[in-house]
């Protein structure tokens, strides 16, 4: 592969989402580039790619930049079909397994984790993830309690999991890996992400544990680092990749209009550019930075609202 075509993951070591995507490309058996970046902001050398989105990981290849996992994994997908992520006959199941488990199952994980491992995340973590989502920055004792208060919920939702596999089956949803397998697994794998302490919580689980043990042995791939500044010049040198054609609702804006895209949930940093592509599953706003010139950024459409400038 050529510098231009290298999968640049841009990740850092404790994130759930990075994680994902990480197992995603040893599932795969692709070679990769690891750019670490900050897990809190400023990012100064991630923004001149994304335009402000700031949530890990992205994926850059060239002068295309795919952001939130679900684009990422549909784009590896693409490019590199076997295995697939995407089984006939699983792939909806699969779908509505990894929707419960980032939207439901994680946000409680989240708080129970991080608020049991204060002393070990970032010290600016907390605060940063709050402006985020436009709350208050808690004090260490609020997230304390936001943890005791979560763990309930969380437990609930692994026994959930363990009910998945009673029947024997190897896969979250049936007999094949699906994305429902990688979303649940990010989940779990998060508890002990930064520390042993709440391993308890899978040691009743023996299925859980061995499913997570058949996930983890897909390994990462193969990754190799890479500076920031090196992955800003991967994307100076290069253009963005030839798009297919747009196939937009009929409701939708059309290709051309300058738009406005931002995540429906939290995160809602806004990045406007040029729509240039946008069908079922996705959008690609192409925009101009000083530091690398010609960028084209891609969306899932789902879990993301994308509106015409002028309508805002």
């Not at 970046?37 to 400023?42: K, L, Q």
């Not at 295309?64 to 995407?86: A, G, N, S």
């Not at 990045?271 to 946008?278: M, N, P």
């Amino acid at each position: 592969m050529s510098d231009a075509a290298e999968f640049i993951l841009h990740n850092y070591d404790f994130s759930n989402y990075a994680e994902k995507a990480r197992l995603a490309l040893g599932y795969k058996g692709l070679a990769w580039r690891s750019v670490t970046i900050p897990p809190v902001a400023p990012k100064p050398e991630l923004t001149p790619l994304t335009g402000g989105y700031r949530r890990t990981p992205v994926l850059q290849i060239g002068a295309d930049i795919y952001c939130d996992t679900k684009c990422i994994l549909r784009e590896l997908e693409r490019r590199q079909p076997e295995p697939t992520l995407y089984p006939t006959g699983y792939t909806a199941m699969g779908d509505a397994i990894a929707y419960w488990a980032e939207h439901q199952l994680f946000r409680p994980m989240a708080l129970y984790v991080s608020g049991s491992n204060l002393d070990l995340l970032p010290s600016n973590l907390q605060a940063d993830r709050s402006r985020m989502r436009g709350l208050p920055i808690p004090d260490a004792e609020t997230v304390r309690r936001a943890a005791l208060r979560n763990a309930p919920a969380v437990r609930l939702q692994i026994a959930r999991v363990d009910e998945m596999l009673r029947d024997g089956r190897d896969w979250i949803a049936g007999p094949v890996v699906t994305m429902g397998d990688f979303a649940v697994y990010h989940a779990l794998w998060f508890i002990t992400a930064r520390s042993q302490r709440l391993a308890h919580e899978l040691a009743p689980y023996p299925r859980i544990r061995d499913w997570m043990e058949r996930m983890r042995a897909f390994g990462h791939g193969s990754p190799s680092p890479m500076t920031a500044v090196e992955a800003l010049n991967v994307a100076q040198g290069a253009s963005p990749a030839l798009l297919r054609v747009s196939e937009p609702f009929e409701e939708d804006p059309v290709p051309g209009e300058t738009v406005r895209i931002r995540a429906d949930d939290y995160g809602k940093d806004s990045i406007e550019g040029e729509l240039v592509l946008i069908d079922t599953e996705e959008f690609a706003l192409r925009r101009q930075d000083v530091l690398v010139g010609d960028i084209v950024v891609h969306f899932p459409r789902l879990g993301y609202d994308l509106r015409a400038v002028s309508s805002d």
